[in-house]
């Protein structure tokens, strides 16, 4: 597997609690992504980084948050979860866009009670 | 939205026998590329196949690319149970992230 982590990797909390999920890699890839994994809508698009500090929403970024201070770190925020944010959370990472391979994390799956 | 959507949503065989999945896009692509993912684990990169490409093999798996007709096809030959998994397709186009599909669950059956 490539160098990447996921942490946590399971997390039950209530609505309205802030949640912040992180996703370490040690390749030194420039590109990182935060996917959502649903029952019927398959991988959708949270947000992404292209480098320290930049950053991009993707197809369903409403109530996410994200920042990359350091090209090792990309952390997901739920500043307000909610029950509709339960699901599983893989962090990907790529050299490049286009036809770069991404590399998975192991996933977290949250539950919002 | 998604762009990629694969066909059929689930499909169970025997093992042994040659295993088919198709993933139709809509708008022109630089690539795409399958994933498998096993249960419970992140996905894992099979292939990838470019827009100037019609056939592409690796090892068991056969992907061919018709980008008049927009879809693309995954064939797993003389499938193992250890095949069991969802596979995604993902289509690439200039500079943007991939755009993955829903999958299709196989089951291998032994």
């Known amino acids: 597997d490539a160098g990447i982590t996921q942490s946590p990797r399971h997390k039950v909390t209530e609505t309205g609690t802030p949640v912040t999920l992180r996703c370490h890699q040690t390749e030194n890839h420039r590109y990182m992504y935060w996917y959502r994994q649903d029952p019927g809508h398959g991988l959708r698009l949270i947000h992404y980084s292209y480098g320290v500090k930049d950053t991009d929403k993707g197809e369903v970024s409403d109530g996410y948050s994200v920042s990359r201070s350091k090209t090792e770190d990309f952390l997901l925020t739920l500043e307000s979860a909610t029950s509709s944010q339960t699901s599983v959370y893989f962090c990907a990472i790529s050299e490049g866009q286009g036809e770069d391979t991404q590399y998975f994390g192991p996933g977290t799956r949250l539950t919002v009670l | 939205s998604q762009q990629g959507e694969e066909d059929p949503q689930a499909l169970s065989i025997q093992e042994g026998e040659n295993a088919t999945m198709n993933c139709s896009y809509k708008?022109?692509?630089?690539?795409l590329q399958w994933y498998r993912q096993n249960s419970g684990r992140g996905l894992v990169h099979l292939i990838l196949i470019r827009s100037n490409e019609r056939e592409k093999h690796s090892g068991r798996l056969r992907v061919t690319l018709d980008t008049s007709k927009k879809s693309s096809s995954l064939l797993i030959t003389a499938s193992r149970a250890a095949d069991t998994a969802s596979y995604f397709c993902a289509t690439g186009s200039g500079n943007t992230p991939l755009v993955f599909g829903k999958g299709t669950r196989l089951s291998v059956i032994a």
């Open positions: 708008t022109s692509i630089n690539n």
